[in-house]
């Protein structure tokens, strides 16, 4: 156990914990500003796969990485459209419209992937970039200032989504039609427009974090790669009590438990590695068990919006 | 004109109760769009499927047995969604119901076969019902949002599985060869469900999930409890108001979702496999929830429902060795199915608006 805790180990850990974060950190704050507008997109896994996918299919076509990225936005536009179109415009119960979506992005990454590429192939993703200056910091630059553009990318993406949430008429306008989507639309708001604008951008998030996974983090695509991720990232808004600063709290922590679960493989400490994977979902339902009692919860969240009602 | 509403009346109810049914045949045309872009010609890729599906006696039996756990584990969706809440923990219930069923079986190999077998059947459902059962649990005393738990507690049993294949439960046999093959040491034969037809898998599994499916509909409209149940699914606020304890009959439809889902994984092994094996449930845990979703969560409305489902599986396998289109668009179709039938219900939930204002 002591060869745990030496000082290069624990920044490995902290390093590689950082760069786990990052699919997790995007699709979880897309999944928050949906949430905050009332809409649970419980079809983020399905809308991650169809990012992986397109973004890989296109970087490696096109040999452009930022094609690639592109593509996936593309991809997890469209498929929050569909979820927007089916849980905003046509009501649908969320919790099981959102299996539907994760059925079809399965399905569809799957097909895909088994026509045009038929096997596993790697590609040579987003590199390291060390930050000038403060890349040079000991220690704290190689863990902070050394990663890929996606992971900054989605660091940055924290103070902005807080930003934009809580000091912008746009950010305004998503928390009031979260909470009481009919005073809104009496002061002019259109709903439907706000829901769709935030399933959408939760969307276009989503599928980049599946490319954060097939363009940076894993480099390649395989059948169901996620396997289960973007649950994870439902769950971590959740955790975070609808906030990006909490999400991110809750990514850290999770992503760090998963390092560390990965680093006690590698030293071969003798705890099956099967247990050692399965402790990031324990610690995510002891996490839920915590802050379920924390209600702030949007108070329209699931709840379909029909104008005239009560 | 009382005889025009009458009429718009009957109309309305007709495609109220038909949209639902349109979602197949719907999803199936989407289907043979993409196929026929894949330039394969739709006609020959769906004749193949369902043929091979219902076309003949082999491909019908196979069916029959995919269907099996998919109605299981659908009557346990029925159940749960009837009682409001959302279990989509299928697939880790079926996983340890079947671990418990093979590790108890081959444990006590040596009770008689009529007491070993529904004993390996019913502790199959009982741990299901536990691994139900603290979703449900944490959802009455904490709040803890079920969907969330569940597919959580999918991921647990999961990893559960692998390590138990691979350490405690390993078929001593591939220690020995050095295969090390993940599946569990075979059930003693008194613990294997009988075969209905000779050269076939069709197993006795089907007739008890047939009668697991009117015994759910007499529990759900014929019992007190199953009112409940209903009751705090249609409206948790007035069911409370009447005094029933809305938290209590949510944990229990989560217990009972989990009973039928380990029940399903349980009649795997037994009747199919015979052993555990890794990926047993194959995402019967979510093609059930189609399934139940699709025979308007009503429990005999799953029964022909499964059969579909489960011929769709066994066909598309077919279909994609005649014609290469991969397998994977079945699981297209199942998602469309779901997305069409949640959004077709907007029609009923307007009609019955309209009616609550006219008074």
Redesign the interface.
Known sequence: MAELFTLPVLLGIIYSGIRLATPYLYAAIGETFAQRSGVLNLGVDGIMLMGAYTGFYVAMKTGNLFLGLLGAATAGLLMGLLMSVVSVSLQAEQGISGIGLNLFGLGLSTLLFKVTLGGVESIRGFQPIRVPLLGQIPYLGEIFFNHNLLVYGAFLLVPLANYVLNNTTFGLKVRAVGQNPQAADTLGVNVTLIRYTTVCLGGILAGIAGASLSLALINLFQENMTSGMGFIAVALVYFGGWRPWGVLGGALLFSFVNALQLWVQVKGINIPSDIAVMMPYILTIIALTLSGRRARQPQALTKPFERGEN | MPAKTEYTRLLNRTIEALLPLLAVPVALLIGAG?IYA?GVNPFQAYGTLFQGAFGNVSGFTQSLVKATPLLLVGLGVTIAFRGGV?N?GGEGQLIVGALAATAFSIGFSDLPRIILLPLTLLIAALSGAVWGGVPGV?KAR????E???T??????AL??S??LL??PMIDPAEIERGTQIAQSDLLPQAAWLSRLMPRTLLHGGAILAVIMAVLVYIFLWRTTIGYRIRAVGLNPDAARYAGIPVQFYQALSLILGGAFAGLAGGVEVSGVHHRMIEGLSGGYG?SG??AA?FGKLHPLGAIPASVLFGGLLVGADRMQRATQV?S????????????FV??S??WA?RRA?RRETRG
Not at chain 2, 151 to 156: D, E, Q, S, T
Not at chain 2, 329 to 337: A, D, E, F, H, N
Request: net charge positive; hydrophobic share 65%.
């Open positions: 993409m894949l959302i989509i944490l904490l709040g803890v949002n969907i969330l738990s597919v959580m507690m999918n991921a647990i990893q559960l692998n390590y691979r350490g979510f929830i189609v979703l991969p994977a668009l079945i699981t297209v179709i199942l998602g469309l199915v779901v997305l949640v959004s219900e907007i939930r608006r």
